[in-house]
């Protein structure tokens, strides 16, 4: 994972959208911005962006692991007949 990451160590490039925590982080830090002053440290933005990101897609996990349950309890009932 260094290997994805030396060339951005100090993460200058802010569009990591593949990594869970910054999809909106890089925006909420730039809003957060006032002058030169930050009023969100990095860390505080990816945490605000993973509490979003879940009640985003909390609904869309639960439908897919309530669907796989089912689809297992229908195939266990199946090879118990």
Known sequence: MLEELE???WEHIL???VDYGHAFSP???MAALQGD???LLHGE????DMALTTQVY???MLTLCVSRLLGLAAAI?????
């Open 37 to 39: 002053e930050a009023l």
């Open 27 to 29: 925006e909420i830090e």
């Open 15 to 17: 569009s990591r959208l």
């Open 45 to 48: 933005a990816v945490n605000i």
């Open 7 to 9: 060339y951005n160590l």
């Open 58 to 60: 909390l609904p869309v």
């Open 77 to 81: 009932a199946w090879l118990s007949c």
